[in-house]
């Protein structure tokens, strides 16, 4: 078993920056990516970014190409997303994942963190 522990969401002003965290933790070792989600009301899980951890090659959702980054601390079992240029249309609960194989959409059946509220104010 894996455990993900978000944190870091909040509110924010559209343009402004957040910075998530997500803590790894358990069988850590068994995990090849690491991704980011995020479910608006009403909607599904949205794919965001990935990352994986032998080599650090980020993907991303062409939604937040350019203004969001996906990194990892190897050494912390973490993986963060920085989020620049907050737009109106990102607020969401963003949701931690993470599995032995490469993930890119819920069906992919990674573990989840319980999220982190993430608001954008106009």
């Known amino acids: 078993q894996v455990q993900l522990v978000e944190s870091g969401g909040g509110l924010v002003q559209a343009g402004g920056s957040l910075r998530l965290s997500c803590a790894a933790s358990?069988?850590?070792?068994?995990?090849?990516?690491m991704a980011w989600f995020r479910q608006a009301p009403g909607k599904g899980h949205e794919f965001v970014a990935r990352?994986?951890?032998?080599?650090?090659?980020?993907y991303y959702a062409d939604s937040v190409k350019g203004r969001f980054t996906i990194s990892t601390d190897n050494a912390k079992n973490t993986v963060y997303l920085q989020m620049n240029s907050l737009k109106p249309e990102d607020p969401a609960v963003y949701y931690c994942?993470?599995?032995?194989?490469?993930?890119?959409?819920?069906?992919?059946?990674?573990?989840w963190g319980q999220g982190t509220q993430v608001t954008v104010s106009t």
């Open positions: 994942a993470a599995a032995p194989w490469v993930v890119g959409a819920p069906s992919d059946e990674p573990y």
């Open positions: 990352i994986t951890w032998a080599d650090g090659s980020p």
């Open positions: 358990g069988r850590t070792s068994s995990t090849r990516t």
